[in-house]
């Protein structure tokens, strides 16, 4: 079964407007972390934001808010305001209790247009 | 640059030669671990050292592909005799901790390499 699942291989967006990419996760632990990672057509992986399993609140970072719905094991980034240096592929990862692996779903190509 | 630095940035191989891929941690980052990225897929994970030690290697392929993290100088992926399936992106990230670290640390990753196998 897949662990995380990025529903929206990709999307177009007009520039200033802004985007939700989802992503849903599935884990039988308690203690989790989910991570959102930018990946530019130049290739490297730039970390976003994070959000833990225990955290109250939604994790911001900049334009960068993470909408966290635990009952629903979902935790879709929300970038407000499109620029258009955004356009990139967008992880999601999953670290479950004390691993250390990332698990890493498939991916969000996201264009934003002028 | 006080990132993770991996090199070469691309690295070409004809079917059958070895490749060697390195990595430098973030300074003060003693844990290493390696990603494959194949074409329009996410990473996964292939092998996790810290100095001197494979911790977990489940990851990686049983055959060809070897990891090293010495106590002195750069983790290194030894690809041996590759093939054309081994064309990929490989990342290599680090943190401060490991098995033990909570789980709200980001794994700082370098640029990658791009391995294509001609």
């Known amino acids: 079964a897949q662990k995380i699942t990025q529903t929206q291989p990709g999307m177009f967006v007009q520039e200033k407007e802004a985007v939700t990419l989802d992503c849903t996760y599935d884990t039988s632990d308690q203690s989790y972390g989910l991570f959102w990672y930018k990946q530019p057509s130049s290739g490297e992986m730039i970390f976003l934001i994070y959000q833990g399993s225990y955290d109250e609140q939604n994790a911001t970072e900049g334009r960068y808010s993470l909408n966290f719905q635990k009952a629903r094991k979902s935790a879709n980034l929300v970038i407000s305001a499109s620029q258009l240096g955004d356009s990139a592929m967008y992880f999601c990862?999953?670290?479950?209790?004390?691993?250390?692996?990332?698990?890493w779903g498939a991916g969000t190509k996201l264009i934003i247009k002028p | 640059n006080a990132g993770v630095m991996q090199n070469p940035r691309h690295l070409v191989r004809r079917r059958g030669q070895e490749a060697r891929l390195r990595c430098s941690p973030m300074?003060?980052?003693?844990?290493v671990y390696w990603y494959r990225q194949l074409p329009e897929e996410g990473l996964k994970f292939m092998v996790y050292l810290q100095k001197e030690n494979i911790i977990d290697e489940s990851g990686m392929p049983k055959e060809r592909f070897s990891a090293e993290f010495p106590k002195e100088g750069p983790s290194i992926l030894r690809i041996q005799q590759v093939v054309r399936g081994d064309s990929a992106a490989y990342f290599c990230a680090s943190s401060p901790r490991g098995r033990q670290d909570t789980s709200n640390q980001p794994q700082h990753f370098g640029d990658g390499t791009r391995l294509s196998i001609l």
């Open positions: 300074k003060g980052h003693s844990h």
């Open positions: 990862a999953m670290r479950e209790g004390g691993n250390y692996q990332l698990i």
